[in-house]
Nanobody
Framework: QVQLVDSGGGSVQSGGSLRLSCAAS?????LGWFRQLPGKEREGIATIDRDGRIEYADSVKGRFTISLDKALHTLVLQMTSLEPEDTGTYYC???????????????????WGKGTNVSISS
């Protein structure tokens, strides 16, 4: 059974940075981050598999960095150049059903953290 505990959200001004963390228990090949912005559907923004393959959504590419510390079982999302449009709830996610080709933001994830809130002021 996979359990995910996400943390690290907060409030910063436009242009600032935040670091989200996720403590993951139970093995899973694929991990990632989704977010839900106000009035919008949840969207996948970054994924990483245990072979180190990474993919980002266009909306965060170049600003966010996903990483996985395998020894600590911790997933990290480093977010920079934050904008008010990034305000929302961010979720750590895990995928247990797929394989290499399915560890991508466009696909479904079957385990979710409770979410952590990010607020960016202008």
């Amino acid at each position: 059974q996979v359990q995910l505990v996400d943390s690290g959200g907060g409030s910063v001004q436009s242009g600032g940075s935040l670091r989200l963390s996720c403590a993951a228990s139970g093995y899973t090949y694929c991990l990632g981050w989704f977010r839900q912005l106000p009035g919008k559907e949840r969207e996948g923004i970054a994924t990483i598999d245990r072979d180190g393959r990474i993919e980002y959504a266009d909306s965060v590419k170049g600003r966010f960095t996903i990483s996985l510390d395998k020894a600590l079982h911790t997933l990290v999302l480093q977010m920079t150049s934050l904008e008010p449009e990034d305000t929302g709830t961010y979720y750590c996610v895990a995928q247990t059903w797929g394989g290499t080709g399915y560890c991508r933001p466009r696909y479904g994830f079957d385990f979710w953290g409770k979410g952590t809130n990010v607020s960016i002021s202008s």
